[in-house]
């Protein structure tokens, strides 16, 4: 058995947990927050059988998008000079996947 810990934007997590669901997986969500963009996250916790990981890890990839944003940074401080708000370009989205093994399971 393994866990499946991912983590996918929130705006995909209804969707992914959704189609995990009607595939017969099941799904506990926590919501999380990134660090780098400070963006709302949800991670994903499933218990799965080794021979379903890999069609729990389609459905993954197949609703979790990724997609193009535009953030506002916040430059390096000089000394003597004005601190400029840059726009920056950024891909997020998709979903990043651990997959661990599981010594032991017990359901009560």
């Not at 991912?6 to 595939?23: F, P």
């Not at 919501?31 to 729990?56: C, I, M, P, R």
């Not at 708000?85 to 989205?93: D, E, H, L, Q």
């Amino acid at each position: 058995m393994k866990l499946i810990l991912s983590i996918v934007q929130d705006v995909d997590a209804d969707n992914v947990v959704e189609r995990l669901t009607e595939a017969g997986f099941r799904v506990t969500r926590m919501s999380t927050t990134g660090g780098f963009l400070k963006s709302g996250n949800s991670t994903l916790l499933s218990g799965v059988e080794d021979e379903q990981v890999s069609a729990y890890l389609s459905l993954l990839q197949n609703n979790a998008k990724t997609r193009e944003v535009t953030r506002t940074v916040q430059t390096i401080s000089i000394p003597g000079t004005a601190l400029m708000p840059t726009p920056v370009r950024v891909t997020v989205g998709g979903a990043t996947a651990f997959v661990l093994n599981i010594v032991d399971f017990k359901k009560f």
